[in-house]
């Protein structure tokens, strides 16, 4: 497994950005795919989006183009750029890492961050 550490979350107000970095120690990086979730309070996990080691990303289908995902491979991290937020983005963010290619489900994925806060007020 390998260790994953978020950084990024904050409060910001709606129509606002954040971007999250998830840095990532242990084992080598490009053997994964990156993920990010979310999860409120009640509810399940959500898969929000995922980057291949080749750089290619896909998303929650309702976040798409909002949303946008990079690696730097050299870095060994992730970062998942949020734009035009709203009040329901409202969230504890996981970075995730899975060694199968283009998972979404959180069962796929086998190593977590501690996740980080990301507040949208209205």
């Known amino acids: 497994q390998v260790q994953l550490v978020e950084s990024g979350g904050g409060s910001v107000q709606a129509g606002g950005s954040l971007r999250l970095s998830c840095a990532a120690s242990?084992?080598?990086?490009?053997?994964?795919?990156m993920g990010w979730f979310r999860q409120t309070p009640g509810k399940e996990r959500e898969f929000v989006g995922g980057?291949?080691?080749?750089?290619?990303?896909y998303f929650a289908d309702a976040l798409e183009g909002r949303f946008t995902m990079s690696r730097d491979n050299v870095k060994n991290t992730v970062y998942l750029q949020m734009n035009n937020l709203k009040p329901e983005d409202t969230a504890v963010y996981y970075c995730?890492?899975?060694?199968?290619?283009?998972?979404?489900?959180?069962?796929?994925?086998?190593?977590w961050g501690q996740g980080t806060q990301v507040t949208v007020s209205s």
């Open positions: 995730a890492a899975s060694p199968h290619w283009g998972p979404r489900l959180e069962a796929d994925f086998n190593s």
């Open positions: 980057i291949l080691l080749t750089g290619g990303a």
């Open positions: 242990g084992r080598t990086f490009t053997d994964y795919t």
